[in-house]
Nanobody, 116 residues
Framework: QVQLVESGGGLAQPGGSLRVSCVAT??????????VGWYRQAPGKEREFVAA??????TYADSVKGRFTISRDSAKNSLYLQLNSLKPEDTAVYYC?????????WGRGTLVTVSS
């Protein structure tokens, strides 16, 4: 079983920055889960893709390209998302996901609010 815990969300002003983090832990497994990417869900909307590691490269949604940066630290089993030049439309709950033994796991999310 894999547990993912996101943190780092909060309130930011338009044009500001935040960094959200995700830490993965696996119980009953000698293999670490593979941290994959970030999704977000705005109020009243469906969950959408934000950024991910795909076959050794990074991919981004067009809406965040050039503003957000995904990174990970395998030694710490951690995934990060640097959010720069924030816009009010970036307001959402941000979720990370990971894969272990073909199963995708999700965290509970961290809320990012962009408002003046």
């Amino acid at each position: 079983q894999v547990q993912l815990v996101e943190s780092g969300g909060g309130l930011a002003q338009p044009g500001g920055s935040l960094r959200v983090s995700c830490v993965a832990t696996a119980t009953y497994s000698s293999v670490n889960p593979m941290l994959v990417g970030w999704y977000r869900q705005a109020p009243g909307k469906e969950r959408e893709f934000v950024a991910a590691f795909t076959r050794g490269t990074t991919t981004y949604a067009d809406s965040v390209k050039g503003r957000f940066t995904i990174s990970r630290d395998s030694a710490k089993n951690s995934l990060y998302l640097q959010l720069n030049s924030l816009k009010p439309e970036d307001t959402a709950v941000y979720y990370c996901n990971a894969i272990l033994n073909g199963i995708t796991y999700w965290g509970r999310g961290t809320l990012v609010t962009v408002s003046s």
